[in-house]
T-cell receptor
Framework: DSGVTQTPKHLITATGQRVTLRCSPRSGDLSVYWYQQSLDQGLQFLIQYYNGEERAKGNILERFSAQQFPDLHSELNLSSLELGDSALYFC????????????FGPGTRLLVL | GENVEQHPSTLSVQEGDSAVIKCTYSDSASNYFPWYKQELGKGPQLIIDIRSNVGEKKDQRIAVTLNKTAKHFSLHITETQPEDSAVYFCAAFPRGTASKLTFGTGTRLQVTL
């Protein structure tokens, strides 16, 4: 158990809908990272937050947004969902803004029908 | 940006044999190289990492080597066991707080009896 928690574990929704994925980092970790894992794209970095502020951005679509709250939990919002958004979404946390070791949560499996 | 290539994509070894997975990276500024193991239905789990000021690191049956000049690093698993069967990902992290972890495409390791 990495200490990173994610909810929900599974999510099934329809195209055009909006969902929110939640992540709680390990105790004491200030950085939260979001990744998307699909069969054809592998593990892709989406976005990083450090102590409430956006720190780095990857290939995150404009339909996706994230935030980190004062209690350091983070939410990833996915809107106007398309079939191609079906994937595993992982959250990771680390204690440093830079090259800190990242610990991954169990993921949320999103299926868009 | 950083590009990480990983080989082989699949690897089958007999129990007790050694397994070697190789990765190359493109950004000479990368200075942190973690390896993750992902079992079916779970999030990536950090198994070993190495920083650019070290050439080799070992943890029981697992070792990682880094050649900065050639920009490649490798994972070595000795005395493989069935529970080593999983997908392994290498990653590289360029120096700087706005940098992101770039993953290889993964190696599916199958340890047969």
């Amino acid at each position: 158990d990495s200490g990173v928690t994610q909810t929900p574990k599974h999510l099934i929704t329809a195209t055009g809908q909006r969902v929110t994925l939640r992540c709680s980092p390990r105790s004491g970790d200030l950085s939260v990272y979001w990744y998307q894992q699909s069969l054809d794209q592998g593990l892709q970095f989406l976005i990083q937050y450090y102590n409430g502020e956006e720190r780095a951005k990857g290939n995150i679509l404009e339909r996706f947004s994230a935030q980190q709250f004062p209690d350091l939990h983070s939410e990833l919002n996915l809107s106007s969902l398309e079939l191609g958004d079906s994937a595993l979404y992982f959250c990771a946390s680390s204690d440093l803004a830079g090259t800190g070791t990242q610990y991954f949560g169990p993921g949320t499996r999103l299926l868009v029908l | 940006g950083e590009n990480v290539e990983q080989h082989p994509s699949t690897l089958s070894v007999q129990e007790g044999d050694s397994a070697v997975i190789k990765c190359t990276y493109s950004d000479s500024a990368s200075n942190y190289f973690p390896w993750y193991k992902q079992e079916l239905g779970k999030g990536p789990q950090l198994i070993i990492d190495i920083r650019s000021n070290v050439g080799e690191k070992k943890d029981q049956r697992i070792a990682v080597t880094l050649n900065k000049t050639a920009k490649h690093f490798s994972l070595h698993i000795t005395e493989t066991q069935p529970e080593d069967s999983a997908v392994y990902f290498c990653a590289a992290f360029p120096r700087g707080t706005a940098s992101k972890l770039t993953f290889g495409t993964g190696t599916r390791l199958q340890v047969t009896l």
